[in-house]
């Protein structure tokens, strides 16, 4: 614990290289698209703001997605895992995350694949991405057609 502790410091004293493009991304889903126009116009804004808890919990590239939604997918997919190896210390995880686009785009494909597989809608799975499934669990379906990200995705 005490060495996972100190790698993860160690990494975010040299945080990810913000200016690495991560789009465009070979082999995404064309879902998620729409989901890069919102989250970076596609690529172009990736200077996420940082989460509370640090860089494993900060949104990430043109998608937005937070290394920790990635690794828990990784976590649960034998696919994610047998295609990228090794990474099941959170700190390895992030330093591949950050520099691997092609671990990138598998993950945002196969949380996508589960957003819509346990949301009964399309609506539901773009709030689900952009605020979690715990938020969407607990949202009305008032709110999540009223909610601005929802709408704005549908209206591309």
């Given at each position: 614990?005490?060495?996972?502790?100190?790698?993860?410091?160690?990494?975010?004293?040299?945080?990810?290289?913000?200016?690495?493009?991560?789009?465009?991304?070979?082999?995404?889903?064309?879902?998620?698209?729409?989901?890069?126009?919102?989250?970076?116009?596609?690529?172009?804004?990736?200077?996420?703001?940082?989460?509370?808890?640090?860089?494993?919990?900060?949104?990430?590239?043109?998608?937005?997605?937070?290394?920790?939604?990635?690794?828990?997918?990784?976590?649960?997919?034998?696919?994610?895992?047998q295609?990228?190896?090794?990474?099941?210390?959170?700190?390895?995880?992030?330093?591949?995350?950050w520099?691997?686009?092609?671990?990138?785009?598998?993950?945002?494909?196969?949380?996508?694949?589960?957003?819509?597989?346990?949301?009964?809608?399309?609506?539901?799975?773009?709030?689900?991405?952009?605020?979690?499934?715990?938020?969407?669990?607990?949202?009305?379906?008032?709110?999540?057609?009223?909610?601005?990200?929802?709408?704005r995705?549908?209206?591309?």
């Amino acid at each position: 614990m005490l060495i996972t502790t100190l790698v993860t410091y160690v990494i975010c004293l040299n945080p990810p290289m913000s200016e690495k493009a991560t789009w465009p991304l070979d082999g995404l889903n064309h879902e998620l698209n729409s989901i890069a126009s919102l989250e970076s116009s596609y690529g172009r804004n990736v200077n996420h703001r940082r989460h509370p808890k640090g860089e494993f919990h900060t949104a990430y590239g043109s998608l937005g997605l937070k290394p920790s939604t990635a690794h828990w997918q990784w976590t649960i997919s034998p696919t994610l895992q047998q295609q990228f190896p090794g990474l099941k210390d959170e700190a390895v995880f992030l330093r591949e995350f950050w520099s691997n686009k092609k671990l990138y785009t598998a993950c945002a494909n196969e949380h996508w694949r589960y957003l819509r597989r346990v949301t009964p809608t399309l609506n539901r799975a773009v709030y689900s991405w952009r605020w979690g499934l715990g938020a969407s669990s607990t949202a009305s379906d008032e709110t999540v057609a009223a909610d601005t990200y929802t709408k704005r995705y549908g209206g591309r």
